[in-house]
């Protein structure tokens, strides 16, 4: 329903077939934020771990908005169809990930 809608709103294509390179991305991120959080545990907080939800769903939701704009305006596609949706899952992990590095560098500092 809610990509019907999406679709229907930004003339964009779904795509929810992918190809074995967007899994391997996204386990990437997956396997490397887990292998810094596990790293981390003995310095994680609850704080920390509601403060890496609310980043990566912030973060996802600007991801998304600029891939909308940008598919939207041509600057660029994906081929087969307009947006795999497995760039969601992606762009969230990718935030932790990105998250879970910065604190393991100011841990050095």
Do not use: D
């Not at 019907?4 to 991305?25: D, E, K, R, T």
């Not at 003995?42 to 598919?71: D, H, N, P, W």
């Amino acid at each position: 329903m809610f990509l019907s809608n999406v679709n229907i709103s930004c003339g964009m294509a779904f795509s929810v077939q992918f190809s074995l390179s967007w899994y391997v991305l996204f386990f990437a991120f997956l396997l490397a934020w887990l292998f810094l959080a596990i790293m981390r545990r003995k310095y994680m907080r609850k704080k920390e771990v509601r403060e890496q939800l609310i980043l990566g769903f912030l973060g996802s939701c600007a991801l998304v908005s600029m891939e909308i704009f940008a598919t939207s305006m041509n600057l660029w596609n994906y081929f087969p169809t307009n947006w795999p949706v497995i760039l969601w899952p992606t762009y969230f992990v990718a935030i932790l990930f990105g998250y879970q590095l910065l604190r393991h560098v100011e841990n050095f500092f």
